[in-house]
């Protein structure tokens, strides 16, 4: 099944946690996210290694997931669950057992569901010009293209988005306070840092996020020359960048953005299973007997889901497309391998179902008889 992405995805994960400004001293050991669920195609890369994604499969440090028409559900050891969508490339850039997280964000989209069991946990996501991090919350972050702005939207909790700047992960906390040019940049970061609340979408202006590719850039180009961080912010190029950046009136633009039906449906479909189970398939104790018991945990989980959002969303008659668009502030073609096609939109979809409110009512369609899904 093909399935276009657009700009209005729920999207992926963009800032989170505490703006960083320097490496996190650590001492302990990279552990593993376990996947949960996967549908479509969908590719787990280690190494030179790539392999197949499937429910029980180990993700570790430095670990690439990447999806065409699939997604990949994963869950942490800490209970955190978080969706790769179609479409997506992400990596995972730290993964350690004191519950610190950091995804990688290419492109695509990110749905996460966060649960933080010790307040010295760390948990982000990373773009190319952006940092999200939180406490405790559901969010989504959605990239089109390594080009393009993030968009990090809050369903529930709270998300502290900021600019993006590397050199700052280049050097321990001792370098940047001691270094002025590293410290300046620490304070911009500071500075900029947003919180992002329910309802609420957030990215980064455009022309600010020009300065801040650039900036990136030309320390990566200096460090490649084996320059030391700190002298390498002292050039006058990067000088002039940094001043530029902090004279910019506004760097995260919020925005009221209301939790649709449809985000609502795929919020609650991110199933997490028991802790226990996780710990079980990361020890490898029982490997088979453990990953079975996920598989049947999460489809008992998600048929109760979804038959109480195909109930619910039954009690709101949508007689038209055009009501159906203004509901879910969309409207998509699902196209059958047979060439029925059901206009409405897609409110949930998990294991091997569809859930689709039409003009009709709302129906049920087998994933595996899907050969499109176009947007309207």
Do not use: W
């Amino acid at each position: 099944m093909r399935k276009q992405v657009t700009h209005g995805l729920v999207a992926l994960l963009v800032l989170l946690g505490l703006a960083f400004c320097g490496k996190k001293e650590v001492s302990q050991k990279p552990t593993s996210m376990v996947i949960v669920f996967t549908s479509g195609e969908a590719t787990v890369v280690k190494g030179a290694e790539r392999i197949p994604a499937r429910v029980g499969l180990l993700v570790a440090q430095n670990d690439e997931i990447q999806t065409t028409n699939g997604s990949v559900d994963l869950q942490t050891r800490g209970g955190s669950a978080i969706r790769v969508k179609e479409f997506t490339t992400i990596k995972v850039a730290t993964l350690l057992g004191d519950g610190d997280t950091k995804i990688s964000m290419k492109h695509g989209g990110l749905l996460a569901n966060v649960k933080k069991s010790s307040a010295n946990e760390d948990f982000s996501v990373v773009t190319p010009t952006a940092i999200a991090g939180v406490r405790g919350t559901t969010f989504s972050v959605e990239m089109e293209d390594e080009q393009s702005s993030p968009v990090v939207k809050v369903l529930d909790g709270k998300v502290a988005m900021s600019p993006r700047i590397t050199a700052l992960e280049k050097a321990d906390s001792a370098t940047i306070q001691k270094d002025e040019a590293l410290s300046r940049l620490a304070e911009i970061q500071r500075k900029n840092e947003v919180i992002v609340e329910p309802a609420t979408s957030a990215t980064l202006d455009r022309a600010v996020e020009s300065k801040i590719m650039a900036l990136n850039a030309a320390v990566e180009q200096a460090e490649q020359q084996n320059r030391a961080i700190d002298e390498v912010v002292k050039a006058d190029n990067i000088k002039q960048m940094s001043v530029d950046l902090a004279a910019s009136e506004k760097v995260v633009i919020k925005q009221e953005s209301p939790v649709t039906a449809a985000e609502k449906a795929d919020k609650a479909t991110l199933v997490a299973v028991d802790r226990d189970l996780v710990e079980k398939v990361i020890a490898g104790e029982g490997q088979a007997t453990a990953v079975e018991a996920v598989r049947e945990q999460r489809k008992e989980r998600e048929e109760a889901i979804v038959a109480d959002i195909q109930k619910e969303a039954a009690k709101t008659e949508l007689k038209s497309q055009e009501a159906i668009r203004q509901h879910y502030n969309k409207l998509e073609t699902v196209i059958m391998t047979n060439g029925t096609q059901h206009h409405g939109a897609v409110i949930a979809q998990t294991g091997g179902v569809l859930v689709v409110h039409t003009e009709q009512g709302v129906i049920r369609l087998d994933k595996g008889q899907v050969a499109a899904i176009e947007f309207r």
